[in-house]
Nanobody, 120 residues
């Protein structure tokens, strides 16, 4: 059983930055992804970024490329999401997840989420 706990959410102005963290407890295979998803008001949950230790090429949604950076500290079993140049449309509940495939249906475990609110 894996438990995921997100932190770092908050309210910032457009153009600002936030860093989200997700601490995992339990064993996560090195070929499994750690990922961030988000669900904005009235929107479906969407994939933001994925990373895994055996690959040097993280995945990013087009909407966050060049602004967000996902990173992973395997020793600490923690994944981060550095978010820069935040926009109104980044307002969402951000979830951490882990699983075999980089996609909503590929995740086996989910955190409860951390809220990010961007004000213009």
């Amino acid at each position: 059983q894996v438990q995921l706990v997100e932190s770092g959410g908050g309210s910032v102005q457009a153009g600002g930055s936030l860093r989200l963290s997700c601490a995992a407890s339990g064993y996560i295979s090195s070929d499994h992804y750690m990922a961030w998803f988000r669900q904005g008001p009235g929107k479906e949950r969407e994939r933001v970024a994925c990373i895994r230790p055996i690959s040097s090429n993280p995945y990013y949604a087009d909407s966050v490329k060049g602004r967000f950076t996902i990173s992973q500290d395997v020793a600490k079993n923690t994944v981060y999401l550095q978010m820069n140049n935040l926009k109104d449309e980044d307002t969402a509940l951000y979830y951490c997840a882990t699983g075999r495939f980089c996609g909503t249906t590929g995740m086996d475990y989910w955190g409860k989420g951390t809220l990010v609110t961007i004000s213009s």
